[in-house]
């Protein structure tokens, strides 16, 4: 509802600046792909590497106790046959453990890489606005927007955005 409410703001905001700016007939409005920023800027570059460095060991343990209940289910519907009756209630009771345990290993790990990728992108869309509001000042537009259905390439200043978040590594 606050989201909707400041889209609204926005919005009204928009119309009022272009409606003044066209009396002057010099409004300057500049467009900036938020998605672009997270892929190519280096600051989210740099994001992404740590990351992926803070998260593969887990991550590869993750896929080795994967193989290791395939592998599991595999031998016991193979062997099933031939195993006693408390022997595979023992070996699908020893399953079901192990596919608990990594169920939530595996929910505990999205949930962890998720807080971790929202604080990483955080600090990217920080920097990012810094060097935005930066970039407004400096070459005095009247509206930068973000995130939009559709806008004019001549309008895009995100490379501008990409080099101010080089240049300030």
């Given at each position: ?11 009204l ?79 699908e ?7 608990r ?47 939009v ?9 995100t ?11």
């Amino acid at each position: 509802m606050l989201k909707a409410k400041s889209l609204v703001l926005a919005s009204l905001l928009a119309v009022g600046l272009v409606t003044e700016a066209a009396a002057s007939d010099q409004l300057k409005i500049g467009f900036v792909n938020t998605q672009r920023i997270f892929r190519d800027a280096p600051a989210a570059v740099k994001a992404a590497k740590k990351l992926e460095a803070e998260f593969s060991k887990r991550d590869q343990d993750l896929q080795r106790m994967a193989k290791q209940l395939q592998g599991m289910q595999e031998k016991l519907e193979k062997d099933a046959v031939t195993m006693s009756e408390s022997e595979r209630r023992a070996k699908e009771r020893e399953f079901g453990e192990l596919s608990r345990e990594f169920q939530r290993k595996q929910r505990e790990f999205r949930e962890d890489l998720n807080l971790r990728q929202n604080e990483e992108n955080a600090a990217v869309i920080d920097k990012a606005n810094k060097a935005i509001k930066q970039i407004a000042e400096s070459e005095k537009y009247d509206l930068i927007v973000q995130d939009v259905v559709y806008f004019s390439p001549r309008l895009d200043i995100t490379d501008k955005v990409i080099k101010a978040l080089t240049d300030t590594k």
